[in-house]
């Protein structure tokens, strides 16, 4: 973890201004992804990975915008805002022109598959030509040239006799090869990053096992960095080298994969891991997360999960909880945003559990459209003095390394 990141996101806040209010679909992420690693963005539907992948390439769209936040690519800056003479906020100039992230940065430095082929491939004309296309204008190659090398990406993903399908229209390829060919074109630039937005949610289990494989090859061979979107935590399993875990538009716990699995430091994390189909269980003993997830429209008080917690006590209904370091492993840190972690020192342990059921379900947007009703916890802050906390002293900032969980 030594090296620069390739991708820094801080604080990433994207909004959809809609009639019935302001959808906080992104509401303050923070993770990085390094040269060479897969990076998961997991959670269940609504938790805001395909708004933030898109706005990684800010490629949101109208009602929605990104409102607050940075995002740095190789150094250069996607986004960010600084403030104006009068105070108040307006794009930073060193933010890359719309040329630039259109010439430079979608499909050449970062590119994007979808979930549906369908969507992304023209169904009138031949894949070959259309992944040929692609490869002249992007790499400016002349057409043979072009053709050429689409025919050999097609090979590389794993296509069967690549020159007769070259000349195939999509609805002849089945949906598995129609995703390879996706991969074929996103890896046709040679990105040095591909985010991936739930790209195998649609095939049967065996199809997406190849398909994950084929991604774990390529990126060995080309080195290329993923941000892979989905709601599996199999998935992740599979293919993921570090994983954020969001809920309600918030990262609510970051940590390699192997740690999230075995160390899991967040209830919401926890649930996902309970609710996932696997070898040594019966179909029986799967547990549904309990409730719905709330809208992010007007999330709940406190901490977003609390509703749902089996762990919730008084005090995660008031305490909004910052996603801060609360180990360490693999050179990595281990984030959780739950205040039962000691380095959050709200009281958790002298409050009292909510019964489930009455006390969370009437607390359910009940004031969360009103930030400032919350106070929120930033590292080393004690904040049950209900916002002043964020006044506090920010000088004890060392993540306290024996207090990862919280005591019996
Ligand atoms: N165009 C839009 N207008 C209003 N709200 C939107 C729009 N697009 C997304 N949202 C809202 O933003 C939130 C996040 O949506 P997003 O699609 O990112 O979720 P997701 O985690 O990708 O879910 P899924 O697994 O279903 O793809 C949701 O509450 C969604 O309703
Ligand atoms: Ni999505």
Redesign the pocket.
């Known amino acids: 973890m030594s090296s620069e990141p390739l991708l820094r996101v801080e604080n990433l806040k994207t909004q959809?201004f809609?009639e019935t209010g302001t959808?906080r679909?992104?509401d303050g992420i923070s993770f990085e992804v390094y040269e060479g690693e897969i990076v998961g963005l997991v959670?269940?539907?609504?938790?805001?990975?395909?708004?933030?992948s898109m706005s990684l390439l800010r490629l949101v769209?109208s009602?929605?915008e990104i409102v607050g936040g940075t995002i740095e690519y190789k150094g250069e800056t996607i986004f960010d805002l600084e403030e104006g003479p009068d105070g108040e906020l307006r794009e930073h100039p060193d933010m890359l022109s719309e040329s630039e992230m259109r010439e430079r940065i979608r499909g050449r430095e970062i590119a994007v598959i979808f979930q549906d082929p369908m969507e992304s491939l023209n169904p009138v004309f031949t894949v070959g030509g259309q992944l040929r296309e692609f490869i002249e204008i992007n790499r400016e190659l002349p057409k043979d040239e072009a053709k050429a090398e689409a025919v050999r990406m097609l090979r590389e993903v794993g296509i069967p006799d690549p020159e007769d399908r070259y000349e195939e229209y999509p609805h002849q390829f089945s949906g598995g090869m129609r995703q390879r060919v996706l991969i074929a074109m996103a890896l046709a630039c040679e990105p040095n990053l591909i985010i991936a937005?739930?790209p195998t949610t649609a095939l049967d289990v065996t199809v997406e096992g190849q398909i994950l494989d084929l991604v774990d090859d390529l990126q060995d061979r080309y080195d290329t960095s993923f941000i892979w979107?989905t709601?599996d935590m199999g998935v992740v399993a599979e293919i993921c080298d570090r994983v954020n875990v969001?809920y309600l538009?918030e990262v609510v716990e970051q940590a390699p994969v192997d740690e999230l699995f075995y160390d899991t430091k967040h209830p919401y994390t926890s649930a996902l891991l309970d609710s996932m189909p696997r070898p040594d269980r019966t179909v029986d003993e799967l547990e549904p997360i309990e409730g719905v997830m709330p809208?992010?429209?007007n999330p709940p008080s406190g901490c977003r999960f609390h509703p749902r917690c089996p762990d919730a006590r008084e005090v995660c209904t008031r305490v909004h909880p910052e996603n801060l370091e609360v180990d360490q492993a693999e050179g990595y840190p281990h984030r959780a945003a739950c205040v039962k972690h000691d380095v959050f020192d709200v009281g958790y342990d002298e409050s009292v559990p909510l019964e489930k059921g009455d006390e969370a379900e009437t607390r359910v947007g009940e004031t969360g459209s009103d930030e400032n009703v919350d106070s929120t916890v930033e590292e080393g802050q004690a904040s049950t003095d209900g916002g002043k906390a964020n006044e506090a002293n920010q000088t004890n900032r060392s993540p306290n390394r024996d207090g990862g969980e919280s005591r019996p």
């Open positions: 959809f809609t959808v679909a992104v959670g269940e539907s609504g938790a805001g990975k395909s708004v933030a769209e009602p929605g937005d739930e979107v709601h969001m538009g809208e992010a429209i």
